[in-house]
């Protein structure tokens, strides 16, 4: 049974951070890369940041520079730092891992909320 789980979702302030991670079951992690979308309310779910299998990241344009992408193969766990969150943040946060053979799966997801 595949999983993935994300936990580290939270309240904080602007100007805060939060490290969310996301654990892997299930599946042979080091082929996939993984992504982290979030969807805020009222709006469409959208990419925030990659990383492959081979370490490689990219980022949409409006968290380079505050948010992080990295993963631990030895803990079949990916993560994202986020720094100097501002309310426009706030959303649920879900990884997604995807193997060359398009083969992909989604995790639940973890709410972020940002107070002004």
């Known amino acids: 049974q595949v999983q993935l789980v994300e936990s580290g979702g939270g309240l904080v302030p602007a100007g805060g951070s939060l490290r969310l991670s996301c654990v892997a079951s299930g599946i042979t992690f080091t082929v996939y890369d993984m992504d982290w979308y979030r969807q805020a309310p009222g709006k469409q779910r959208e990419l925030v940041a990659g990383i492959t299998t081979l370490g490689s990241t990219n980022y949409a344009d409006f968290v380079k520079g505050r948010f992080t992408v990295s993963r631990d193969n030895a803990k079949n766990t990916v993560y994202l730092q986020m720094d100097s969150l501002k309310p426009e943040d706030t959303a649920v946060y879900s990884c997604?891992?995807?193997?060359?053979?398009?083969?992909?799966?989604w995790g639940q997801g973890t709410q972020v909320t940002v107070s002004s």
């Open positions: 997604y891992s995807k193997s060359r053979f398009a083969i992909a799966y």
